[in-house]
């Protein structure tokens, strides 16, 4: 039987589209060869007119691997397979340029394959999506958790990638902290030196255990911009396959995360994980809702220090069922924006089994996108890949 999956990409929020931009700038993304993956970059052209332009390919030193040429017509979407015996098991980064249009008519992001064995029954072992040019600036910070949904399971390995597009040297303090936020908890990654276009990988928590945590990211220059993520990996009980894998952005923070999709579909287990990159406590307001917008659960709660609480929707929503819910300060004045929020959901072969077919994260927004033009986002119906477009109504 083939395994039901659902390809779903880093930013589920449909990206503005179809503006001009007088600022367009080389597009940055990322590719890793390791674990058998395929890798494949997809771009869209959202203009009416032609765009050509080179793709290259770098290594993790930022030193060129590959470059090719490409050019989309009117609307077009093109994927470039990567070789993966080019990427020989290592991972990098990659730039787009445009010899004709420009950047800003580019929607580009690159999806990780991972087959599964033969006889297994399954196309996949997972699938998951990192888009182009997801830059900060300034202190950021994440989550980690190695914690699977099946207790039998050995702990979820999470990996963070901090890459440098510029073309100078990029200095920050790293710093991850336990379940607790607190100093006693805090282990220190250190300051790390990332040369231009460089990118460096480091292991958050899993090599300890089943544990949940936080990590923050200090650039020494505020103004440096750079791209940092992580990746979780999870295997099944016995190790020998990967159960799923989806990638979380690092993000500075918000008061409000707007609304955040929940679905316990398929049959699916949904947790809000909602954590604080303060150093001070955070007084919080959660709802949920259900899909025709009407309130089923309002609690406030206190975020500790560096703290974070996961909330079962399950529980509020029932089987089956879709809605949302909405974290927000209780005093947005007085506390800093640095609320992290996120859903996750875990698919199961069926209701009451701890076993899992599939997993896939979705993160609140740390800032309202405006778009006056339109908004676009990548369709992908390979392997049988279910696409749903939601769209919410965050009015009061």
């Not at 010899?99 to 394959?113: I, N, P």
């Not at 390995?157 to 336990?178: C, F, R, S």
């Not at 089987?319 to 875990?346: D, I, K, M, W």
């Amino acid at each position: 039987m083939i395994r039901h999956f659902l390809l779903l990409v880093a930013a589920l929020v449909a990206v503005g589209c179809c503006c001009a931009d007088a600022t367009a700038a080389p597009l940055h993304g990322f590719y890793n060869g390791a674990l058998e993956q395929q890798n494949i970059i997809e771009c869209s052209n959202t203009s009416g007119e032609l765009v050509a332009g080179t793709l290259t390919l770098h290594n993790s030193d930022g030193s060129v691997l590959e470059e090719r040429r490409f050019s989309l017509t009117q609307h077009a979407t093109s994927h470039q397979l990567l070789d993966p015996v080019l990427l020989r098991g290592g991972y990098g980064t990659y730039t787009v340029r445009t010899l004709q249009g420009s950047e800003s008519d580019l929607r580009c992001q690159t999806v990780f394959y991972r087959h599964a064995p033969a006889g297994a029954g399954e196309v996949l072992d997972y699938a998951y999506a990192l888009p182009t040019d997801k830059f900060i600036a300034g202190p950021s910070g994440g989550t980690f958790n190695s914690m699977h949904p099946d207790p039998a399971a050995p702990p979820v390995y999470n990996w963070l990638t901090i890459y440098n597009p510029a073309t100078t040297t990029l200095e920050a303090d790293v710093a991850v902290y336990g379940a607790s936020g607190s100093a006693a908890s805090k282990r220190t990654i250190g300051r790390v030196r990332i040369g231009p276009r460089q990118r460096r990988d480091f292991a958050l928590g899993h090599e300890e255990g089943k544990q949940v945590g936080t990590y923050a990211i200090v650039p020494r220059d505020s103004n440096a911009r750079y791209s940092a993520y992580t990746i979780r990996y999870g295997t099944s009980p016995h190790g020998n396959r990967f159960d799923f894998a989806f990638p979380l952005a690092a993000q500075a923070g918000t008061c409000d995360s707007g609304l955040v999709p929940a679905n316990t579909m398929d049959p699916a287990t949904n947790w809000a994980e909602i954590a604080t990159v303060s150093k001070s406590p955070v007084e919080i307001q959660f709802e949920v809702f259900r899909s025709d917008g009407s309130l089923v659960h309002r609690e406030t709660a206190t975020l500790a220090p560096r703290g974070q609480l996961h909330r079962y929707l399950n529980q509020y929503l029932g089987s089956r069922a879709a809605g949302s819910f909405r974290v927000r300060c209780v005093n947005p004045g007085a506390t800093p924006h640095e609320l992290l929020v996120q859903s996750l959901f875990y698919g199961h072969p069926a209701e009451q089994t701890p076993a899992l077919e599939w997993a896939y994260a979705y993160q609140g927004a740390t800032e309202q996108a405006q778009s006056t033009c339109g908004y676009g986002a990548h369709v992908n119906t390979f392997f049988d890949a279910g696409n749903w477009l939601l769209i919410a109504n965050e009015a009061q």
